[in-house]
């Protein structure tokens, strides 16, 4: 039979939080109140108003300042508040957390096949998007074997500025809303002269576009960028319903996105009855305590409602500590690359062939010319332009190691002073190919040294560049982007984040008609389909793989899918050698990578899972300092919840799919639960691969389930056998049945020289 569900997207880029002094003067903060009690919504907005006049002379003002009233999911508001009313607010009985409302940025076909998905059965998996869509797109047409809307579906269809519901929605593009109160209290009123943008649900950049087609879209043919990575486009789930939530607006050429807006859209989205939330959003750290961001509060009674939340890690890579959204309910997608490459020939005047990567629509026969000769200390940045020469019909050589700039800064420069192209030198563990309006060629640093001693040795060089190929299969893949960032969680480090890796480099897919392919403003180009790179194009890929697994598998928890993808997922690339992590030469490790590669067709038949319920949620708070009577606020209200925080608790007690131990001193055992989804009566026997440094015992060694047994714990033993401080060895726990390997990360920190004290990030887990 099939199972419809609704799901929610958020599909957002993420940039740095403004970190702003708190001034006298008013700015949009959000008060979280914990869950509605099961109140009308009439009432809930009453209280959030008299609760809000506490710090206000009448009521009118406390009304005028009322952005948002959460009422539905969760309760609170978003209100326009100085600093001295935020502070009181934070006082008061009853109030969880008040926090300045941040602007959040966007963290910016073959993916699929990569993974080996295949499209499944006549399923209608409806899912929900948190930023603008272009309608019109084949990508976003209904299946023509797609039934109704579900009767469940409590969302609509708003008619706003050129988004006229009766052409826009069908039975594919069920639902869409848009919010900007928290944006226009920040910026002022949205520029929409000239379809700047669009005050409607419709994309103006195309990042919504792009990530919603990436996971639900349905089929399109003869899909490319100009003749480039030609073939079928589809999403994950292809027979998925969509609906949009557009929260991000185009301002200063970048999506920006208030957590005000982002809110109201969580506690919409769930009330209209959703089950899966992709939300590529976030904030570089230092990261806000859990409930002191918007994502946090989403995602966490979002969990609590069976709703699966997929979150980007964030695009600030390789450097250690930054990935982003590391709550243990929401599940961290890094991004890795796929088998296709773009590769391009070039020949030097002296005859010399090399080999590039880049995206050449046509034949190039000009001049090359080191960048020395226009930049005064060879850095192609247009600040260094030394303002003599311009480079008129040549191609310049560029290295990325003089002056540290981008492909898309040196493009621009040498654009500026009238160049035809460049050839763009990097180490060869940080390129990632990209379109940046002026044709660009990426090599390694071993071949731009070779060109840039023809030049020197040349009385006249030049060079003949040949139409980029598309080559699938050929290079060795999935590799960790260079721009993916890694763990360990600078919060909560015995909590591995990110959680899965998912395919984010070079992800062809649709595209906003109006939005240029590089979103330069003289880019004068219209495409429908458009190369993107991100997190954010990671996310919506396991976004659209828990919409599957939703729809095979509805009885199971937000915690058991990720599990599912966790212990399924692999670390070794198409040449079975170990994944690599991006930006340095060496095997990628579960901070770069997570638990592996997302594995779609072996996660749904997992063989256990490890689940984990409210109880598990409150013993997670506790650890973290709440106090009863505020985690009696924020879970929903149970009779078979018990909320009690007596004695003392550790994060290690959460029954996730991974063990860290990130200050090991001493001998620690730590309990963990397994739940059978498979065959009923079966015996799983465990293996262990030891992390350097420790001995590591599991009791029992094998486990027997039965019809009336279906969930069983063990304990695993960790004893230090080194000397050591500050350095993680990785090993790895197995249960096998012989068919299934139910994979567990286990991360050790062996702590014991000195006084065993670390950075403030790390703290003692025993």
Same mark, same amino acid.
């Given at each position: 039979?099939?199972?419809?569900?609704?799901?929610?997207?958020?599909?957002?880029?993420?940039?740095?939080?403004?970190?702003?002094?708190?001034?006298?003067?008013?700015?949009?903060?959000?008060?979280?109140?914990?869950?509605?009690?099961?109140?009308?919504?009439?009432?809930? +907005?009453?209280?959030?108003?008299?609760?809000?006049?506490?710090?206000?002379?009448?009521?009118?003002?406390?009304?005028?300042?009322? =952005?948002?009233?959460?009422?539905?999911?969760?309760?609170?508001?978003?209100?326009?508040?100085?600093?001295?009313?935020?502070?009181?607010?934070?006082?008061?009985?009853?109030?969880?957390?008040?926090? $300045?409302?941040?602007?959040?940025?966007?963290?910016?076909?073959?993916? @699929?096949?990569?993974? &080996?998905?295949?499209?499944?059965?006549?399923?209608?998996?409806?899912?929900?998007?948190?930023?603008?869509? @272009?309608?019109?797109?084949?990508?976003?047409?209904?299946?023509?074997?797609?039934?109704?809307?579900?009767?469940? @579906? %409590?969302?609509?269809?708003?008619?706003?500025?050129?988004?006229?519901?009766?052409?826009?929605?069908?039975?594919?593009?069920?639902? #869409?809303?848009?919010?900007?109160?928290?944006?226009?209290?920040?910026?002022?009123?949205?520029?929409?002269?000239?379809?700047?943008?669009?005050?409607?649900?419709?994309?103006?950049? &195309?990042? &919504?576009?792009?990530?919603?087609?990436?996971?639900?879209?349905?089929?399109? $043919?003869?899909?490319?960028?100009?003749?480039?990575?030609?073939?079928?486009?589809?999403?994950?789930?292809?027979?998925?319903?969509?609906?949009?939530?557009?929260?991000?607006?185009?301002?200063?050429?970048?999506?920006?996105?208030?957590?005000?807006?982002?809110?109201?859209?969580?506690?919409?989205?769930?009330?209209?009855?959703?089950?899966?939330?992709?939300?590529?959003?976030?904030?570089?750290?230092?990261?806000?305590?859990?409930?002191?961001?918007?994502?946090?509060?989403?995602?966490?009674?979002?969990?609590?409602?069976?709703?699966?939340?997929?979150?980007? #890690?964030?695009?600030?890579?390789?450097?250690?500590?930054?990935?982003?959204?590391?709550?243990?309910?929401?599940?961290?997608?890094?991004?890795?690359?796929?088998?296709?490459?773009?590769?391009?020939?070039?020949?030097?005047?002296?005859?010399?062939?090399?080999?590039?990567?880049?995206?050449?629509?046509?034949?190039?026969?000009?001049?090359?010319?080191?960048?020395?000769?226009?930049?005064?200390?060879?850095?192609?940045?247009?600040?260094?332009?030394?303002?003599?020469?311009?480079?008129?019909?040549?191609?310049?050589?560029?290295?990325?190691?003089?002056?540290?700039?981008?492909? +898309?800064?040196?493009?621009?420069?040498?654009? #500026? !002073?009238?160049?035809?192209?460049?050839?763009?030198?990097?180490?060869?563990?940080?390129?990632?190919?990209?379109?940046?309006?002026?044709?660009?060629?990426?090599?390694?640093?071993?071949?731009?040294?070779?060109?840039?001693?023809?030049?020197?040795?040349?009385?006249?060089?030049?060079?003949?560049?040949?139409?980029?190929?598309?080559?699938?299969?050929?290079?060795?893949?999935?590799?960790? #982007?260079?721009?993916?960032?890694?763990?360990?969680?600078?919060?909560?480090?015995?909590?591995?984040?990110?959680?899965?890796?998912?395919?984010?480099?070079?992800?062809?897919?649709? @595209?906003?008609?109006?939005?240029?392919?590089?979103?330069?403003?003289?880019?004068?180009?219209?495409?429908?389909?458009?190369?993107? *790179?991100?997190?954010?194009?990671?996310?919506?890929?396991?976004?659209?793989?828990?919409?599957?697994?939703?729809?095979?598998?509805?009885?199971?928890?937000?915690?058991?899918?990720?599990?599912?993808?966790?212990?399924?997922?692999?670390?070794?690339?198409?040449?079975?050698?170990?994944?690599?992590?991006?930006?340095?030469?060496?095997?990628?490790?579960?901070?770069?990578?997570?638990?592996?590669?997302?594995?779609?067709?072996?996660?749904?038949?997992?063989?256990?899972?490890?689940?984990?319920?409210?109880?598990?949620?409150?013993?997670?708070?506790?650890?973290?300092?709440?106090?009863?009577?505020? =985690?009696?606020?924020?879970?929903?209200?149970?009779?078979? !919840?018990? +909320?009690?925080?007596? &004695? *003392?608790?550790?994060?290690?007690?959460?029954?996730?799919?991974?063990?860290? =131990?990130?200050?090991?001193?001493?001998?620690?055992?730590?309990?963990?639960?397994?739940? %059978?989804?498979?065959?009923?009566?079966?015996?799983?026997?465990?293996?262990?691969? %030891?992390?350097?440094?420790?001995?590591?015992?599991?009791?029992?060694?094998?486990?027997?389930?039965?019809?009336?047994?279906?969930?069983?714990?063990?304990?695993?033993?960790?004893?230090?056998?080194?000397?050591?401080?500050?350095?993680?060895?990785?090993?790895?726990? !197995?249960?096998?049945?012989?068919?299934?390997?139910?994979? +567990?990360?286990? =991360?050790?920190?062996?702590?014991?020289?000195?006084?065993?004290?670390?950075?403030?990030?790390?703290?003692?887990?025993?």
């Amino acid at each position: 039979m099939t199972t419809s569900f609704q799901f929610l997207w958020g599909l957002f880029l993420s940039l740095s939080l403004y970190s702003i002094p708190s001034t006298p003067t008013p700015h949009v903060h959000i008060v979280y109140l914990g869950h509605t009690h099961g109140h009308d919504p009439l009432l809930t +907005t009453r209280l959030h108003v008299r609760l809000l006049s506490n710090v206000f002379s009448r009521e009118a003002e406390a009304k005028e300042a009322m =952005i948002y009233g959460y009422k539905h999911a969760f309760s609170g508001f978003a209100a326009m508040l100085n600093s001295t009313q935020a502070t009181t607010l934070a006082s008061v009985e009853g109030v969880i957390s008040v926090f $300045r409302s941040k602007i959040l940025g966007l963290h910016t076909t073959r993916s @699929w096949d990569f993974m &080996g998905l295949t499209l499944g059965p006549e399923e209608t998996t409806p899912m929900q998007l948190k930023y603008g869509v @272009w309608p019109e797109l084949d990508c976003f047409r209904e299946e023509p074997d797609m039934g109704p809307i579900p009767k469940s @579906w %409590n969302g609509t269809c708003v008619k706003a500025d050129k988004f006229d519901p009766k052409k826009a929605c069908n039975r594919k593009l069920i639902g #869409a809303r848009y919010y900007i109160d928290g944006f226009e209290r920040e910026f002022g009123p949205l520029n929409t002269s000239g379809d700047a943008e669009y005050r409607s649900p419709r994309d103006r950049l &195309g990042h &919504g576009t792009h990530t919603a087609s990436t996971a639900v879209g349905s089929v399109v $043919r003869n899909a490319s960028y100009f003749g480039l990575a030609p073939g079928t486009a589809r999403g994950g789930a292809p027979r998925a319903r969509l609906a949009v939530y557009k929260v991000c607006w185009l301002k200063d050429l970048q999506g920006r996105c208030s957590e005000a807006d982002i809110l109201a859209a969580f506690d919409d989205a769930l009330h209209d009855g959703v089950h899966v939330m992709s939300a590529s959003i976030g904030s570089s750290p230092p990261l806000m305590p859990f409930f002191s961001t918007s994502s946090d509060i989403g995602s966490f009674h979002a969990t609590q409602l069976g709703v699966a939340v997929v979150f980007s #890690a964030g695009n600030d890579g390789p450097d250690s500590s930054l990935v982003q959204n590391v709550s243990p309910w929401g599940l961290c997608v890094a991004a890795g690359t796929v088998d296709r490459a773009f590769p391009t020939q070039m020949v030097l005047g002296n005859n010399v062939s090399m080999m590039g990567q880049g995206f050449i629509t046509r034949e190039i026969k000009m001049k090359l010319v080191d960048s020395g000769r226009f930049f005064d200390d060879g850095s192609c940045s247009l600040d260094k332009w030394n303002g003599r020469k311009l480079a008129s019909g040549r191609i310049v050589l560029c290295f990325s190691s003089v002056g540290q700039v981008s492909s +898309t800064v040196a493009a621009l420069s040498v654009l #500026a !002073i009238n160049g035809s192209g460049i050839i763009f030198v990097e180490s060869i563990s940080r390129q990632t190919v990209q379109d940046d309006f002026l044709p660009t060629i990426h090599v390694d640093l071993y071949e731009g040294t070779q060109m840039l001693y023809y030049i020197q040795s040349s009385k006249d060089p030049s060079v003949q560049i040949f139409s980029s190929k598309t080559n699938i299969g050929h290079s060795p893949a999935p590799s960790v #982007a260079y721009f993916s960032s890694r763990g360990p969680s600078s919060i909560s480090p015995n909590i591995l984040k990110p959680d899965i890796m998912a395919p984010g480099v070079n992800i062809l897919a649709a @595209w906003s008609p109006k939005s240029s392919p590089t979103l330069l403003p003289f880019d004068g180009r219209s495409v429908v389909w458009n190369f993107d *790179s991100g997190t954010s194009m990671a996310c919506p890929h396991v976004s659209g793989i828990v919409a599957l697994l939703k729809s095979a598998h509805p009885d199971w928890s937000p915690a058991a899918i990720k599990s599912a993808l966790m212990t399924t997922a692999y670390m070794s690339d198409t040449s079975s050698d170990n994944i690599l992590a991006g930006g340095t030469l060496k095997a990628a490790d579960p901070f770069d990578v997570g638990a592996g590669h997302v594995n779609p067709l072996i996660a749904i038949d997992p063989g256990l899972v490890y689940d984990m319920d409210a109880r598990d949620y409150v013993l997670f708070l506790c650890s973290l300092g709440y106090t009863e009577v505020q =985690i009696k606020m924020m879970v929903l209200p149970s009779p078979s !919840i018990d +909320t009690s925080c007596s &004695g *003392s608790h550790s994060d290690l007690e959460l029954n996730y799919p991974a063990i860290i =131990i990130s200050n090991l001193q001493s001998t620690v055992t730590i309990k963990r639960s397994l739940r %059978n989804v498979g065959r009923s009566s079966v015996v799983y026997f465990s293996s262990i691969k %030891n992390p350097e440094g420790v001995y590591t015992y599991v009791w029992p060694r094998f486990l027997v389930f039965s019809l009336h047994k279906k969930t069983i714990s063990y304990y695993v033993t960790i004893t230090p056998i080194k000397q050591s401080q500050g350095r993680y060895d990785f090993g790895e726990i !197995i249960w096998s049945d012989g068919y299934h390997h139910v994979k +567990t990360p286990l =991360i050790v920190c062996v702590n014991n020289l000195g006084d065993g004290n670390r950075d403030a990030a790390t703290h003692l887990s025993a």
